[in-house]
């Protein structure tokens, strides 16, 4: 099938290197606009969009998917379907009825759970213990369309976010090529999704990964861990903002008074509503990450001091 391709962010990645070794024809990448990055805040392409000028393939890059010229131009290239993942632009009927066969989302979540922006994040903080990935078609509705098929994926303990999202993109992958094989052989069939069992994952904000320290251990775990690598989760030390890497909880150590540090040797321990928490990585604000006894051990941390 000739295909125009709609993504942004690295995790795209996979399904674009799977579609290029497959059957199929890629004629464009439709990708959100270059963004100011870094200290220069010069504009930068995305993963997707630089993977598809580093192959020589026509890039759209929209404001929004309903601008004419972006329309007349899908109209022009004539694709017989437009997978997508993790694009970040909501697709109107205009567009959506322009390929012949649709758009098709690879979305990472087992449909209905976890429709919108940060379904892995959502997965990893409320302590599912099974998520997934699934391919629907793309409709006017936030992710409700219907379902051509679905993988599973176990969440491990130690689990974040980012390794979560790195397993499925490269299972997801294989599934989303799968299914556009389905589509040309004219095999595939779109399931409706359940009607219960509906969830909802909105944008992970900056203040959803401040660590509540009153929070039990094992969902001030769940909190870092969903929020790692991004946007980070963060406390206040010192009235300084700092971000923490993924932490273990620690069954038998004493009580400490939430945010309450206790620092050794080994390990910096700060307190929950139940059992402490040892720190992993901590980064200052302007510095590098390193070693929470590191950290400690140069900012000589007193004993009345605390997390906030």
Not at 14 to 27: E, M, R, T, V, Y
Not at 68 to 81: G, H, K, S
Not at 93 to 103: K, M, N, Q, T, V
């Amino acid at each position: 099938m000739r295909l125009v391709f709609a993504g942004t962010p690295a995790v795209t990645l996979p399904a674009l290197d799977a579609i290029a070794a497959s059957s199929h024809s890629l004629a464009a990448v439709v990708t959100r606009p270059d963004a100011p990055a870094g200290r220069g805040r010069h504009l930068v392409r995305s993963p997707a969009g630089a993977w598809a000028d580093e192959r020589g393939i026509e890039v759209l890059t929209p404001l929004k998917p309903r601008e004419p010229a972006f329309l007349e131009r899908l109209e022009q290239i004539a694709p017989d379907c437009v997978p997508v993942v993790a694009y970040g632009a909501l697709v109107p009927p205009s567009a959506l009825e322009i390929p012949r066969h649709g758009w098709i989302n690879l979305h990472f979540s087992l449909l209905p759970a976890w429709r919108g922006a940060a379904p892995v994040q959502h997965a990893v903080l409320h302590g599912d213990e099974v998520t997934g990935a699934s391919v629907f078609e793309l409709e006017a509705g936030l992710d409700t369309g219907p379902v051509y098929g679905t993988l599973t994926e176990e969440i491990r303990s130690s689990d974040t976010s980012g390794d979560l999202l790195e397993r499925l993109s490269l299972s997801g992958a294989g599934l989303l090529v799968a299914v556009l094989d389905a589509i040309e052989a004219g095999t595939a069939r779109a399931h409706p999704q359940p009607a219960d069992g509906v969830t909802f994952a909105p944008k992970i904000t900056v203040e959803d990964a401040r660590v509540r320290w009153d929070d039990p251990a094992f969902a001030v775990d769940r909190r870092i861990r969903a929020c790692t690598p991004a946007p980070g989760a963060w406390t206040t030390f010192r009235e300084d903002r700092v971000k923490l890497g993924p932490v273990t909880p620690i069954a038998n150590a004493a009580a400490l008074k939430p945010g309450d540090l206790l620092v050794s040797r080994d390990q910096v321990l700060v307190g929950t509503a139940t059992t402490p928490v040892a720190l992993g990585e901590v980064r200052a604000a302007g510095k590098r990450a390193m070693p929470a006894t590191d950290w400690a051990r140069g900012l000589r941390i007193d004993s009345s001091e605390r997390f906030a």
